[in-house]
């Protein structure tokens, strides 16, 4: 089973280009989405949200987040994609999605499982 990677993240972001050298490192082909080029997908948002919950996909402590001024807004998580959409800055980045599973933010010891799990039983 080999491993499909989607990372959606900025260069500028430093968990971002670490994932991206994670997976460099191990020779893993991935596919990219600068977020600074073009916005995730709402599909994509909403994968991440049934997993994770929309607190989770919030970077509160962004500059585009104080700029915004959404420290006290309350908007329910169908307006919050809108604004997530609109604003992939707000995102707490790297999403990172093999097939089915999915993480945000930094999270190598999921990442080295995947790898693991895709290189099959090494013989002794």
Known sequence: MGLNIQIFGTRKCRDTRA??????????KVHFADLAVR??????????VQRFGMPALIDRDSRRFAELGLGSSGYSDARWLERLEAEPMLLRTPLVRNGNELTI????DTWKRWVEGSRGPQSP
């Open 19 to 28: 994932a991206l050298r994670f997976f460099a490192e191990r020779r893993i």
């Open 39 to 48: 916005a995730a997908s709402r599909g994509e948002l909403t994968r991440f």
């Open 105 to 108: 933010g930094s999270a190598e």
